[in-house]
Each structure stands twice: as structure tokens, then as C-alpha cells.
């Protein structure tokens, strides 16, 4: 069956698929352009994107921005989203079960963008997406291609606000990834 972008909103609104959906006040779905060659995939909503039902207007999303802007690009281009829809308590890292049953979602958000270029913005997405013992701090900014997609890592936003020297090599990886569209000519 293919769903349309408003088909999948409604199915996330209305998830019951984990023990998320009892805790959470909104379900984030991803945002962005549906034409995007860009896609950003994180993984899981903060507090702040929980009470919103946005991804990255807290704190991460300041540094996102900021990144995005040193790099000359913008959110109204690219599309931003997480693996999970929900917001797992006190922030911790997502559980197998949950990310298996929001997995579905982004499968549908990817296949209704066919995005050319896919960066997981911190470990939890590169081990989800790209490898299973991806290393972010060894393999960001590297490159792998599947099914006429490129896919490459960065820091998330939060692991900058932790450890601010990761700033400067985030850009670097923005910018590579800015590099990598031109290269593509998108």
C-alpha cells in the first residue's frame, strides 16, 4: 500500500504501537520539504519537540540552524526527522522495540521523498541507517551509497551543545555534504 505525507501524519498522531504513545504529549513528525534532495534523520524527539510536535526547536535545533546556516542552507529546503516519533523519557536512548515500530514511518517518509542525500545526525541514526557498528567519531563526514542515495554521519546538535569543540567539525561535514550536492548537481 503507498500512503501520501497526510496519511502518515495520521497514522502517527494516531500510534499506539509502543509504550511511547502513553507518555508522549505530541508525536514529532519530520518537517521540511517534500522536494528535498536532503534528508536530516535523528533519533528521537526532545522535551521541547515533544510539546511542539516539531523536530529541533529546542536547544539542538539553534545549533542545527546555526550549522545549516554557515553552510548556506536553510530548513525550508531540506527535510528533518527523526526514527522515532515520540519522545522517550529523560531523553534516554530509544529502546530496540520502540525504533522497530516507529521504523515503518520513516521507511514511508523516505519512500514518498527519495531523497539523493541521507545524513544521520549522531550515532543512534548512523547505526540504524547506515551500519549496525557505525563509529561517529571515526566515520562522520565518510561516505556509503545505497539504492542511488548517499548516506554520511555528523554529531547530533545535542552532542555540540555537550561538547562545543564538535561545532567546527560538524561545519566541516555540513560543508562536505553541501560539496556532495553540488557534486551530484542537485
Known amino acids: 500500500m503507498q500512503y501520501t505525507w497526510k496519511e502518515i501524519e495520521q497514522h502517527v498522531e494516531s500510534c499506539t504501537h509502543c509504550p511511547?504513545?502513553?507518555t508522549r504529549h505530541q508525536p514529532v513528525m519530520g518537517r521540511g520539504s517534500h522536494q528535498a534532495d536532503i534528508m536530516l534523520?535523528?533519533?528521537?524527539p526532545g522535551g521541547q519537540e515533544d510539546q511542539q510536535g516539531l523536530p529541533f526547536v529546542g536547544p539542538s535545533g539553534k545549533i542545527l540552524d546555526s550549522l545549516l546556516g554557515d553552510c548556506g542552507l536553510d530548513r525550508e529546503e531540506i527535510y528533518i526527522t527523526n526514527i522515532?516519533?515520540?519522545h522517550p523519557p529523560g531523553n534516554r536512548e530509544p529502546r530496540v522495540e520502540e525504533k522497530e515500530?516507529?521504523?515503518p514511518y520513516l521507511k514511508y517518509e523516505t519512500f514518498l521523498l527519495t531523497p539523493k542525500i541521507i545524513v544521520c545526525l549522531g550515532r543512534v541514526a548512523a547505526q540504524r541507517i547506515i551500519s549496525p557498528d557505525f563509529k561517529i567519531t571515526r566515520q562522520h563526514g565518510t561516505w556509503t551509497y545505497r539504492k542511488n542515495c548517499a548516506l554520511t554521519a555528523t554529531y547530533h546538535p545535542s552532542a555540540i551543545l555537550r561538547?562545543?569543540?564538535k561545532y567546527e567539525i560538524a561545519?566541516?561535514?555540513f560543508l562536505e555534504i553541501v560539496a556532495k550536492r553540488t557534486e551530484l548537481n542537485l
Not at 534523520?41 to 528521537?44: G, P, T
Open 20 to 22: 511511547l504513545s502513553r
Open 41 to 44: 534523520i535523528a533519533e528521537a
Open 84 to 86: 522515532l516519533k515520540c
Open 101 to 103: 515500530a516507529c521504523f
Open 163 to 165: 561538547d562545543s569543540s
Open 171 to 173: 561545519k566541516r561535514d
